[in-house]
């Protein structure tokens, strides 16, 4: 048995020595996929074309003001800004996401802001910002999933311009139901540690466990080898 803790102290070693070599350095923040994306655009279309107001999105990575957008689009297309077309969008809601992350050397820690840009008379950006926080789109959701959360953000525009007296309830029939029906429940902010080595550990858990039980076998095996074996009676 000393032999087995031995090597199982040995792996927990290595194992934790992957986990903090394991940092994730990088600070480049995740677009949403092309599909969310799409499907974003095609949503917000829809509620355009009952509503008469655009909605679109941008995801910038920098909490800054100053910072390049990482995914824009609108009811105007997936990669089409909102207040790229006066004609068609005389009037706009655009909910801004910006998101900085920190590699792992840094002090600083990640952070998240969202605000909500509008040419509208009949809502401010700063009413509909405090209502989608109020429904769950706080900084910390922007930080763990900033593509898919913005694009949750963005098909969530036409409901609280609703709310906020601004603009025709969107129908639940039909296409609107249907994508309506189709989004999922928002998931809960997750832990930081985890997002930046969750691979790395499941890694080191598994090389850990493989230690383990080749240790287990090789003990096993020396124990039938060590045994004394009877011997042959003489007849």
């Known amino acids: 048995m000393n032999t087995v803790a031995r090597l199982a102290g040995t792996f927990a070693v290595l ?87 920190t590699s792992a050397s840094s002090e600083a820690e990640d952070s998240a802001s969202m605000t909500v840009e509008t040419n509208s008379s009949r809502v401010t950006g700063a009413d509909l910002a405090r209502r989608l926080a109020a429904i769950g789109f706080t900084t910390s959701v922007f930080i763990d999933e900033p593509g898919f959360m913005t694009m949750h953000a963005a098909l969530s525009l036409p409901l609280v311009t609703a709310e906020a007296g601004a603009a025709t309830p969107v129908p639940a029939t039909g296409a609107s139901a249907a994508s309506a029906g189709s989004l999922a429940a928002l998931p809960p902010a997750g832990n930081d540690f985890l997002r930046d080595r969750w691979g790395f550990l499941v890694f080191a858990g598994g090389f850990v466990l493989a230690g383990l039980a080749a240790a287990g076998i090789g003990v096993w095996q020396r124990g039938r080898v060590s045994t004394p074996q009877p011997a042959p009676t003489k007849r």
């Open 15 to 101: 194992a934790v020595a992957l986990a903090g070599c394991s940092t994730d350095n990088s600070t480049t923040v995740p677009p949403p996929t092309t599909d969310q994306a799409t499907e974003t655009a095609r949503v917000l279309a829809a509620a355009t074309a009952v509503q008469g107001m655009c909605y679109g999105w941008d995801l910038r990575a920098n909490s800054s003001s100053e910072g390049a957008s990482v995914s824009r689009g609108s009811s105007l297309g997936a990669q089409v800004p909102v207040d790229s077309d006066p004609t068609r969008c005389p009037e706009y809601i655009e909910v801004v996401a910006r998101v900085t992350y």
